[in-house]
Nanobody
Framework: QVQLQESGGGLVQPGGSLRLSCAASGIIFSINAMGWYRQAPGKQRELVARISSGGSTKYADSVKGRFTISRDNAKNTVYLQMNSLKPEDTAVYLC?????????WGQGTQVTVSS
């Protein structure tokens, strides 16, 4: 059974940091890209950051220079280090894993940036 175990969300003040983790298990086909999307209330889901199996990264313009995505291929885990958080970063963050067969989504973890 495929599972994407997300962790690391929470409440943080503006300017603070959080680190999200997503561990994928039960995926028997090779994993290509791993990444994070987010969805705020009333807004469309958007790509935050993505990393390929070879380590190539892509970021949304709004998070460049503040967020860093990384992955541990041996553990099938992707991380998102979020620094200098802003209130507009508040959203549900969803893990996304693209295998050679299909795309998987996590259930999401809430990130709230507020004073």
């Amino acid at each position: 059974q495929v599972q994407l175990q997300e962790s690391g969300g929470g409440l943080v003040q503006p300017g603070g940091s959080l680190r999200l983790s997503c561990a994928a298990s039960g995926i028997i086909f090779s994993i290509n890209a791993m990444g994070w999307y987010r969805q705020a209330p009333g807004k469309q889901r958007e790509l935050v950051a993505r990393i390929s199996s070879g380590g190539s990264t892509k970021y949304a313009d709004s998070v460049k220079g503040r967020f860093t995505i990384s992955r541990d291929n041996a553990k099938n885990t992707v991380y998102l280090q979020m620094n200098s958080l802003k209130p507009e970063d508040t959203a549900v963050y969803l893990c996304n894993v693209v295998s050679s067969l299909r795309v998987y989504w996590g259930q999401g973890t809430q990130v709230t940036v507020s004073s």
